[in-house]
């Protein structure tokens, strides 16, 4: 009967040591630690979304003035077959040549101008990639961070 006693009071206490904790000082200082380094990895990823906002923008600019030079290549094609066209009715052998000149380089200049469309779609297309993953971290890390402040609170009050 006195083992039972015993055994049960044993339980108890070890049910209440369970309950009351105590203030771990050395945990709340590593908690700490945790969070500034939280804190550092949101500026930083604060500064690479910018930086990646910033790089979109300069490929989109990139692009719109690669549109307007091909346009532009395009009319100039346009306007040296006119010509072309009125040569060949004057008659004018050297004339025509020149033209058929013009037209061959434009075409190129057409060719280039696409290339560089398609770098420019690629580089913003690989910016916003990098950006998207930036956002994920600034995420993780905010998540991060708000769990680092309710360990240490857990952690300074014993609870």
Do not use: F, W, Y
């Not at 690479?48 to 690669?66: E, L, M, N, P, V």
């Not at 307007?68 to 010509?83: E, H, V, W, Y």
């Not at 190129?108 to 101008?113: A, G, L, N, P, V």
């Amino acid at each position: 009967m006195k083992t039972i006693i015993l055994g049960i009071a044993i339980c108890l206490s070890l049910t209440a040591s369970a309950q009351t904790r105590i203030a771990h000082p050395h945990r709340v200082k590593q908690d700490t630690r945790d969070i500034r380094s939280d804190r550092r990895d949101i500026r930083s990823d604060k500064k690479d979304i910018a930086k990646d906002t910033k790089d979109i923008q300069g490929d989109k600019k990139d692009r719109r003035q690669d549109v307007k030079d091909r346009n532009q290549d395009k009319k100039d094609i346009r306007n040296d077959r006119k010509d072309l066209a009125q040569d060949k009715k004057d008659g004018n052998a050297a004339d025509v040549a020149a033209d058929k000149k013009d037209i061959r380089n434009d075409r190129k200049d057409i060719t280039s101008d696409n290339k560089d469309l398609r770098k420019d779609n690629r580089d913003i297309r690989k910016d916003r990639r990098d950006r998207r993953g930036d956002v994920k971290d600034l995420k993780k890390d905010k998540k991060d961070l708000n769990q680092d402040k309710k360990e240490r609170v857990e952690d300074a009050t014993g609870n």
